[in-house]
């Protein structure tokens, strides 16, 4: 399975990480941050080469302040401004794999969908606490973009007359509820700076009036913003991720909301600080869609978008009809195989010699691809065939012809002596016109040969061994774009 490296760049720290295709972090690193963008593009470079593998095949990189995800450029930052480096391009020259950037918050939103907090929601507002304030704001499990950078959260006005934000305007919840503001406010109240966020909360256990007021100052304005986001989203959770995120839920507790009309569950996150560089990671793998994994198993519609196409690939007997039904029963995705298609016609004509089994085959795999183009925008199909057959052009040519924009390979294989068993134990089993058993030298040297497409992201399965369903269904809620 092909891996990726996330990293998430903050205010205080620059965190990296070697990600599986499932979230799963392999290795991880951790620098001190700076204001100085070249600077910490050294940082990062130097942790990008310590974590680079073979099988590293994409770097994801989530970035403070305002960032376009699809041009790949940094608009402007507050606490760490890299909006004069060519971050992406200079990373992707240095290590010559893909690059993906986008807003830090985003990418901890795709992993809190994927893996966190967020699963089974739809719609989710979400405000990362930590030196600044980040805002993500996701609907139908697809970030909300706007033209391009929407869902800047930490920049809710909530005092028209408070202190001067690092974006140019006065009185963001970033300048009244974020790590830095309650700093200020400890400071303000005669403490010592060096006061925790824990240690206030003892404080007000035990009664402390001053700390009990430091809590409400650093909370009020963000109950404020969260109600705000709610008015303008209805998102059906908000969370509070970073590495304040679970205080800032705490001290929630002591600024109630109010208004009834605007009134949503707020939970924490669940990933704390490696949520950035585990969306990262899995956006990387994605691509630059930047959409959250999907809740499987409803609809195989989504709302709008391309058509898509899960890819269940291998040569004959090699366990792909399997897997195939496996990820079927698991998501409700209709399940279109040329053996399927083709082989009512072979009963019905009564067989044939092997030349016209591949034609059979030829107009078989169109007939899928047919199917598939005259579905809505936005179906979701797995396709159970051997794409080696045909040229790939033409696959292009069907999937373009088809509408499908966005394809998933999963790699079936096995040895060729336990191909040739199989397709053996089951020669009599199938229609006559397929080939009999003097094609299985000949399936030997194909499994030699054998190669997956390589067309996008891509699982394998080694169909000798239990298929790990849960491992392929958690794989394709990781890469998928968009909700299904």
Not at 266 to 284: F, K, N, T, Y
Not at 421 to 427: P, S
Not at 430 to 459: N, T
Not at 464 to 484: E, H, N, Q, S, Y
Request: aromatic share 4%; charged share 20%.
């Amino acid at each position: 399975m092909p891996l990726s490296i996330g990293i998430d760049i903050g205010g205080t720290n620059l965190r990296a990480a070697r990600i599986s295709g499932t979230g799963e972090i392999l290795e991880r690193l951790s620098e001190k941050s700076a204001p100085d963008p070249q600077l910490v593009l050294s940082r990062i470079a130097g942790m990008v080469r310590r974590l680079d593998t073979s099988e590293v095949s994409a770097i994801g990189i989530g970035v403070p302040g305002r960032v376009d995800a699809h041009r790949r450029a940094v608009l402007s930052g507050g606490y760490v401004n890299l909006a004069s480096v060519s971050l992406a391009q200079r990373l992707e020259d240095m290590a010559g794999k893909p690059v993906v950037i986008d807003n830090d918050c985003n990418m901890a939103l795709v992993a809190e969908m994927a893996l966190g907090a967020g699963r089974g929601h739809d719609d989710i507002a979400m405000f990362t606490i930590g030196t600044g304030i980040g805002g993500a704001v996701a609907q139908d499990r697809r970030i909300l973009r706007g033209r391009a950078t929407a869902g800047q959260l930490g920049h809710i006005t909530v005092d028209v007359n408070g202190e001067t934000c690092a974006c140019g305007r006065r009185g963001c919840v970033e300048t009244t509820s974020s790590g830095t503001a309650l700093g200020r406010h400890i400071a303000r109240a005669g403490l010592r700076p060096d006061l925790s966020v824990d240690q206030l909360f003892a404080r007000d256990a035990a009664g402390d009036i001053q700390a009990r007021a430091i809590l409400e100052a650093w909370a009020t304005p963000l109950r404020a913003a969260i109600d705000t986001s709610v008015a303008l989203f209805d998102p059906d959770l908000v969370l509070l991720g970073g590495g304040l995120g679970r205080a800032a839920h705490k001290a929630l507790g002591r600024a109630p909301a109010l208004a009834p009309w605007y009134q949503c569950p707020v939970e924490p996150a669940q990933l704390g600080d490696e949520a950035g560089v585990i969306g990262a990671g899995l956006q990387a793998l994605a691509g630059t869609d930047m959409a959250p994994a999907p809740i499987l198993g409803r609809s195989f519609v989504q709302t709008g978008g391309a058509r898509r196409a899960v890819l269940v690939n291998g040569i004959p007997a090699s366990g792909k009809s399997t897997v195939s039904r496996g990820i079927a029963d698991r998501t409700g995705w209709p399940l279109l195989a040329l053996d399927t298609i083709k082989n009512p016609f072979l009963e019905v004509l009564g067989g044939g010699d092997r030349a016209f089994n591949r034609t059979l085959g030829r107009a078989s795999y169109q007939a899928i691809w047919s199917v598939v183009g005259e579905a809505p925008a936005g179906s979701t199909f797995i396709v159970d065939a051997w794409f080696g057959f045909q040229p790939r052009e033409l696959l292009e040519d069907h999937l373009r012809n088809a509408g499908v924009e966005q394809t998933f390979e999963i790699w079936c294989h096995a040895p060729g002596e336990v191909l040739a068993e199989r397709y053996g134990a089951r020669l009599g089993q199938r229609p006559a016109g397929h080939p009999g058993a003097a094609y299985i030298p000949e399936l030997i040297e194909l499994a030699g040969r054998a190669e997956p497409l390589r067309r996008g992201p891509l699982f394998d399965v080694d169909t000798t061994k239990p298929i790990d369903f849960d491992a392929i269904i958690a794989w394709l809620r990781a890469m998928m774009p968009g909700g299904v």
